[in-house]
């Protein structure tokens, strides 16, 4: 069991890194969102790049949801730019809170552009109260510990791995 985790674990940290592919027989369809003008929102530019959100169905294990992609931020005046981060991401469907989760986010810098990489790393125990069937909104609550965003991509596709 342990070694299971650890393979799952490996697996799902590619995946944030764009590596991963799957060997299965079935092909794999992945849907992102992906917006590409960046929108300002009190005085702060956020660019989502890409946005997954899957649930693995893979036998053997139960079944787990996850959720992760890049977001972009552009140095604004109000906000500290070193510090702002991804506190919280709202999962959202039917206008009912299904997730409320604190990422792993790592992030970099260059210029005046910040890169933030999230994800839920292993994974959030499958609730039945999310429909893989429906679209579900994704709620990013961005800070620098002075400054609070609540920025919000609707209609996000819930892909399943098999």
């Given at each position: 069991m342990?070694?299971l985790?650890l393979?799952?674990l ?13 060997s ?5 369809t992945?849907?992102?969102?992906k ?8 005085d ?5 790049k890409?946005l ?9 294990a ?16 109000e906000y ?7 506190k ?10 299904i ?27 499958y609730?039945s ?8 909104d994704?709620?990013f ?10 920025y ?7 892909s399943e791995v098999?």
């Amino acid at each position: 069991m342990k070694h299971l985790n650890l393979v799952i674990l490996f697996v799902l940290t590619l995946s944030v890194f764009g590596l991963i592919g799957c060997s299965s027989s079935v092909p794999e369809t992945r849907t992102t969102t992906k917006i590409s003008e960046g929108i300002y929102k009190d005085d702060l530019r956020i660019n989502i790049k890409k946005l997954y959100a899957w649930v693995n169905l893979m036998p053997g294990a139960k079944p787990r949801f996850h959720i992760t992609g890049s977001v972009e931020l552009l140095d604004a005046s109000e906000y500290d730019l070193e510090n702002v981060t991804i506190k919280e991401i709202n999962i959202i469907q039917d206008k009912k809170s299904i997730y409320r989760i604190s990422p792993k986010v790592e992030d970099k810098i260059h210029q005046n552009i910040k890169s933030l990489l999230f994800s839920t790393v292993r994974g959030l125990l499958y609730t039945s109260i999310l429909d893989r069937e429906k679209k579900i909104d994704v709620e990013f609550l961005i800070s620098d510990s002075s400054n609070e965003i609540i920025y919000q991509v609707k209609d996000v596709e819930i892909s399943e791995v098999y």
